[in-house]
């Protein structure tokens, strides 16, 4: 159904438009894929090492793997590591925590540095007891575990967290993926066995990064949902076994089974050994598939509304076409809802993706296909969204405004086609098949019942 108002050269204009979009699509899959391959922190050498002060007996030093389970807040999604050091030579007992950041801003302050890229996250050390009061006041299940290694080992990792400790090196720039708690004992235990955990471990997973982001993330599916849009494709290959033990609790499963260095009765063992559950709490539960969500609150009212569509005949003063809907006050105050709705969301995501590309130092937002389904003018669309939901009629506009925004929608419209065939296809390099299967579909029916029944032309007339 195209309203009479759209002309027939804007009609060409548009499919020309289409056409240049089709013909870039293959340049675009190439420019958007990042070059695949392990990526992470690189550790700097140790300066200094013979300054440090060691133990007197690495006998009497033992390290522990502290692994946090997932909490309640959206940082804490991934779960959290620490190393435990226990020195029976000074008896000292501390844990390190690379955890920690400054969450005086709250919410929106953390947001806005997370799409910057600005994340000074640092490395701080407490006594066990302070460290795991902590966590149990989160209600987060703890576990621990004596890690194997020999003393040279212990020495070599001693002397990275001293070179740690030190003020220049505290704080570090956290990548959620690549350097962040978990990732920092990772790579300082590869660094005491001589690079053996990482040659061991590069064969890939089964699981994308975008695969461990909505699991982790289950139990908030608003946040679930926000990153699966916001996140480009480079999250989309698949992680080899050493790049998934970002995860706490992977890196954990990982050195359960390792073999260390450390022999007893004359056979190596296990790199981890005497598991002690400090704490044990329930883990956060799942929350429903925000995708069924949005089936069921976009797509069903968008149906609806297409089956109160009917025909009328032309009003004396307006080119409007021959079709509104049924019942006008109750379902255009449901497009109206739907209108708010969909402008908030789309609009938001828009700017996010839009900030993110241009703005932020995170890869993984630059280049988003999600771009083509969202929008930010699109917030432009609250005051029609409004209208609509006052009034419970269609808003009366200029037929050249009319035509104007019959062009925008059919531009929505265009740019939404073209993200099918690049999602179907696999040309846009990104995982998209949710938003294909149960957002695309509700956007493109609001977009026709909106664009045959949301807007009146009315003519001016001239009383001479």
């Given at each position: 159904?195209?309203?009479?108002?759209?002309?027939?050269?804007?009609?060409?204009?548009?499919?020309?438009?289409?056409?240049?979009?089709?013909?870039?699509?293959?340049?675009?899959s190439?420019?958007?894929?990042?070059?695949?391959?392990?990526q992470?922190?690189?550790?700097?050498?140790?300066?200094?090492?013979?300054?440090?002060?060691?133990?007197?007996?690495?006998?009497?030093?033992?390290?522990?793997?502290?692994?946090?389970?997932?909490?309640?807040?959206?940082?804490?999604?991934?779960g959290h590591?620490?190393?435990?050091?226990?020195?029976?030579?000074?008896?000292?007992?501390?844990?390190?925590?690379?955890?920690?950041?400054?969450?005086?801003?709250?919410?929106?302050?953390?947001?806005?540095?997370?799409?910057?890229?600005?994340?000074?996250?640092?490395?701080?050390?407490?006594?066990p007891?302070?460290?795991?009061?902590?966590?149990?006041?989160?209600?987060?299940?703890?576990?621990?575990?004596?890690?194997?290694?020999?003393?040279?080992?212990?020495?070599?990792?001693?002397?990275?967290?001293?070179?740690?400790?030190?003020?220049?090196?505290?704080?570090?720039?956290?990548?959620y993926?690549?350097?962040?708690?978990?990732?920092?004992?990772?790579?300082?235990?590869?660094?005491?066995?001589g690079?053996?955990?990482?040659?061991?471990?590069?064969?890939?997973?089964?699981?994308?990064?975008?695969?461990e982001?909505?699991?982790?993330?289950?139990?908030?599916p608003?946040?679930?949902?926000?990153l699966?849009?916001?996140?480009?494709?480079n999250?989309?290959?698949?992680?080899?076994?050493?790049?998934?033990?970002?995860?706490?609790?992977?890196?954990?499963?990982?050195?359960?089974?390792?073999?260390?260095?450390?022999?007893?009765?004359?056979?190596?063992?296990?790199?981890?050994?005497?598991?002690?559950?400090?704490?044990?709490?329930?883990p956060?539960?799942?929350?429903?598939?925000?995708?069924?969500?949005?089936?069921a609150?976009?797509l069903?009212?968008?149906?609806?509304?297409?089956?109160?569509?009917?025909?009328?005949?032309?009003?004396?003063?307006?080119?409007?076409?021959?079709?509104?809907?049924?019942?006008?006050?109750?379902?255009?105050?449901?497009?109206?809802?739907?209108?708010?709705?969909?402008?908030l969301?789309?609009?938001?995501?828009g700017?996010?993706?839009?900030?993110?590309?241009?703005?932020?130092?995170?890869?993984?937002?630059?280049?988003?296909?999600?771009?083509?389904?969202?929008?930010?003018?699109?917030?432009?669309?609250?005051?029609?969204?409004?209208?609509?939901?006052?009034s419970?009629r269609?808003?009366?506009?200029?037929?050249?405004?009319?035509?104007?925004?019959?062009?925008?929608?059919?531009?929505h419209?265009?740019?939404?086609?073209?993200?099918?065939?690049?999602?179907?296809?696999?040309?846009?390099?990104?995982?998209?098949?949710?938003?294909?299967?149960?957002?695309?579909?509700?956007?493109?029916?609001?977009?026709?019942?909106?664009?045959?029944?949301?807007?009146?032309?009315?003519?001016?007339?001239?009383?001479s």
């Amino acid at each position: 159904m195209i309203p009479s108002c759209l002309s027939f050269a804007s009609l060409l204009r548009s499919l020309r438009a289409l056409a240049v979009i089709l013909a870039l699509l293959p340049g675009v899959s190439l420019w958007a894929q990042e070059p695949a391959g392990e990526q992470g922190y690189v550790l700097p050498p140790i300066t200094d090492a013979d300054k440090i002060l060691l133990p007197a007996d690495f006998n009497q030093v033992d390290f522990y793997l502290v692994t946090v389970d997932v909490g309640n807040q959206v940082w804490d999604n991934f779960g959290h590591t620490a190393l435990r050091v226990v020195d029976r030579n000074s008896n000292s007992d501390l844990v390190f925590n690379w955890g920690l950041f400054d969450p005086s801003g709250g919410y929106v302050r953390f947001a806005v540095n997370f799409l910057r890229g600005i994340l000074p996250y640092q490395l701080g050390v407490s006594p066990p007891a302070w460290e795991f009061g902590r966590y149990e006041r989160e209600q987060r299940s703890v576990w621990q575990d004596k890690l194997n290694l020999s003393n040279a080992q212990k020495e070599t990792l001693y002397k990275r967290l001293a070179w740690n400790l030190r003020e220049e090196n505290i704080v570090y720039d956290y990548q959620y993926f690549f350097d962040n708690c978990t990732t920092r004992v990772r790579d300082y235990l590869n660094e005491a066995l001589g690079g053996r955990l990482q040659a061991q471990n590069r064969a890939p997973s089964q699981n994308t990064f975008r695969d461990e982001v909505l699991s982790h993330y289950a139990s908030v599916p608003l946040v679930a949902l926000s990153l699966d849009v916001l996140m480009n494709g480079n999250i989309d290959r698949r992680m080899s076994q050493w790049e998934q033990m970002f995860l706490p609790a992977q890196l954990r499963r990982e050195l359960l089974s390792f073999p260390s260095d450390v022999t007893r009765n004359g056979q190596r063992i296990d790199m981890l050994e005497e598991p002690t559950v400090i704490m044990e709490f329930t883990p956060p539960v799942a929350g429903p598939n925000p995708y069924y969500l949005l089936l069921a609150g976009l797509l069903l009212p968008v149906l609806l509304l297409l089956l109160m569509f009917r025909r009328t005949s032309l009003a004396s003063f307006s080119s409007q076409p021959g079709i509104t809907l049924r019942n006008p006050a109750l379902s255009y105050r449901v497009m109206g809802l739907l209108g708010v709705l969909i402008s908030l969301c789309s609009g938001i995501y828009g700017l996010i993706m839009s900030f993110g590309w241009l703005a932020s130092a995170h890869l993984d937002l630059h280049h988003n296909l999600n771009l083509l389904l969202f929008w930010p003018s699109d917030l432009l669309g609250l005051g029609y969204g409004v209208r609509w939901l006052l009034s419970g009629r269609a808003c009366p506009v200029s037929a050249g405004w009319r035509s104007l925004l019959i062009f925008y929608l059919l531009a929505h419209i265009l740019a939404a086609l073209a993200y099918l065939l690049m999602g179907l296809t696999g040309m846009g390099g990104q995982e998209v098949g949710s938003l294909l299967l149960f957002v695309l579909p509700g956007l493109l029916g609001f977009a026709i019942v909106v664009w045959n029944t949301g807007f009146q032309a009315v003519r001016r007339i001239r009383f001479s």
